[in-house]
């Protein structure tokens, strides 16, 4: 079975400050996949970033960076320079690549609130 | 600038009618998924197709609910009767470009159901 926590429910940050939604995950599969997902107020879901299990290496894109490591399972998402825009809930997921099964499995997700 | 289409955005209908949500696929995708979204459950996965053939319902509740693709460029979600419980949102997603096992999910803006 898979898993995805993310403990912190709701997070707010005061503009311009760097913030990080935590993510671990749990998974039996060697080959796995990882992502994260933005959801502003207006409810559709934004595709950020995927991560392979074989990769860890950490990717940075503008403001955003993501810090995947295999020995603790855990995928984090720091925001640097936090802006208003960035107020939304993110959700962190995984999936496998077995046929038949390749459904994503979210986390609860993590609110973020960016006060100006 | 390929995205996943939905409709209707928003439906409200009285318990016992029947509703359909229509999805649209991202042009080449060969996956296509069928999402719920609750405040109690989450996103769960209801049901999925690859090339138009059902690979998984096992989330959906088989004695109303009935997800299709008619052709590769439609999928549809059907509930009849709709209950009050059914009330959430619903979302499509496709991937697989070019036939790969296990590519990103994209998602649709989703389709708001009320049941009153």
């Known amino acids: 079975a898979q898993k995805v926590t993310q403990a912190q429910t709701e997070i707010s940050v005061v503009e311009k400050e760097d913030v990080t939604l935590d993510c671990v995950y749990e998974?039996?599969?060697?080959?796995?996949?990882l992502f994260w997902y933005k959801q502003p107020p207006s409810g559709e879901l934004v595709f950020l970033i995927r991560r392979n299990s074989f990769d860890e290496q950490n990717e940075i894109s503008g403001r955003y960076s993501w810090n995947f490591q295999k020995s603790t399972s855990s995928f984090n998402f720091t925001i640097t320079a936090s802006q208003v825009v960035d107020s939304a809930v993110y959700f962190c997921a995984l999936t496998t690549s077995n046929f038949g099964n390749e459904k994503l499995t979210f986390g609860t997700g993590t609110r973020l609130t960016i006060i100006p | 600038d390929a995205r996943v289409t939905q409709t209707p955005r928003h439906k409200v209908t009285e318990m016992g009618q029947e509703v359909t949500m229509r999805c649209q696929p991202i042009?080449?995708?060969?996956?296509v998924f069928w999402y719920r979204q609750t405040m109690m459950q989450g996103l769960e996965l209801l049901a999925y197709f690859r090339n138009r053939a059902p690979l998984d319902d096992s989330g959906m509740p088989k004695d109303r609910f009935s997800a299709e693709m008619p052709d590769a460029t439609l999928a549809t979600l059907k509930i009849q009767p709709s209950e009050p419980r059914d009330s959430a949102v619903y979302f499509c997603?496709?991937?697989?470009?070019?036939?790969?096992?296990?590519?990103?999910?994209?998602f649709g803006p989703g389709t708001r159901l009320t049941v009153l």
């Open positions: 997603a496709s991937g697989s470009p070019g036939g790969a096992i296990y590519d990103t999910q994209y």
């Open positions: 998974t039996r599969d060697t080959t796995y996949y």
């Open positions: 042009l080449g995708h060969n996956t």
